[in-house]
Antibody
C-alpha cells in the first residue's frame, strides 16, 4: 500500500525548533519530488516547501523562508522539515505529500498525502 | 502570494450538480494549466480529484470534472452523493515558481 506517515509534531514555545518526519512506503521514494503543506486551524491549505527527487531543487514559501529547511534521505525513504524560530502563526496540521509525476519538477499536483502531524506553537 | 478565492460554502441535494469556482490571477490560474482540485474529509489527508485543469487520476469518479476560463477554474460535481460532503481546495502553480491553494469550500449535501 502506498503510504505517507508524518510524525514529530507537538507543543513548542515560540522561538524554539521542531523537526518533522515523513515515512514513505509502497513506492519508489527516490523517483518523486516531495512536498510539505500545512493547514492552520480554521484556515485553508498552505504550501510550505518542496524538494526534488535528488534534492537538487528546493523551494520555500515566503512565510517560512530562512526559518524552515526541507531535506530527504532516500536510503531511509524519509522526508524531513526542520522548523526553527517557530512563531504562533506556524501552528497548523502539517502534511507531507508526493508529487504526481515521476522525476519531473513541476510543482504541479500532489497525489498521495499523509494524515498530518499537529504543531502547536504557544507559550 | 495571495490565496486563490473560493466560495466559503456551497450546498446541493443528492443527485443534483454543483460547481465550485476558484479565482486567481494572470500570474497563476490564468497563466498555467497546472490547476488541481482536492477533496478533504475530516481527519483525513486531501485526495487529488483533478489535475491539469481537467484530468482525473485513475480511480476518481467521472462525476468530478474540471474546467477553466481566464483566471477562474471550476470544479463540477454531478449526481451529488452523501459522501461528497467534504472540503474542497483548488491549487495552482504560480509565476513565482511556487504553489498557491484556495481558501477552501465546504460542500454540504442536504
Amino acid at each position: 500500500e502506498v503510504q505517507l506517515v508524518e510524525s514529530g509534531g507537538g507543543l513548542v514555545q515560540p522561538g524554539r525548533s521542531l523537526r518533522l518526519s515523513c515515512a514513505a512506503s509502497g513506492f519508489t521514494f527516490d523517483d518523486y519530488a516531495m512536498h510539505w503543506v500545512r493547514q492552520a486551524p480554521g484556515k485553508g491549505l498552505e504550501w510550505v516547501s518542496s524538494i526534488s527527487w535528488n534534492s537538487d531543487k528546493i523551494v520555500y514559501a515566503d512565510s517560512v523562508k530562512g526559518r524552515f529547511t526541507i531535506s530527504r534521505d532516500n536510503a531511509k525513504n524519509s522526508l524531513y522539515l526542520q522548523m526553527d524560530s517557530l512563531r504562533a502563526e506556524d501552528t497548523a496540521l502539517y502534511f507531507c505529500a508526493r508529487d504526481f509525476q515521476i522525476q519531473i519538477w513541476s510543482l504541479d499536483s500532489f497525489d498521495i498525502w499523509g494524515q498530518g502531524t499537529k504543531v502547536t506553537v504557544s507559550s | 502570494q495571495s490565496a486563490l478565492t473560493q466560495p466559503a460554502s456551497v450546498s446541493g441535494s443528492p443527485g443534483q450538480s454543483i460547481t465550485i469556482s476558484c479565482t486567481g490571477t494572470s500570474s497563476d490560474v490564468g497563466a498555467y494549466n497546472f490547476v488541481s482540485w482536492y477533496q478533504r474529509h475530516p481527519g483525513k489527508g486531501p485526495k487529488l480529484l483533478i489535475y491539469h485543469v481537467t484530468d482525473r487520476p485513475s480511480g476518481v469518479s467521472s462525476r468530478f470534472s474540471g474546467s477553466k476560463s481566464g483566471d477562474t477554474a471550476s470544479l463540477t460535481i454531478s449526481g451529488l452523493q452523501a459522501d461528497d460532503e467534504a472540503d474542497y481546495y483548488c491549487s495552482s502553480y504560480t509565476s513565482s515558481r511556487t504553489v498557491v491553494f484556495g481558501g477552501g469550500t465546504k460542500l454540504t449535501v442536504l
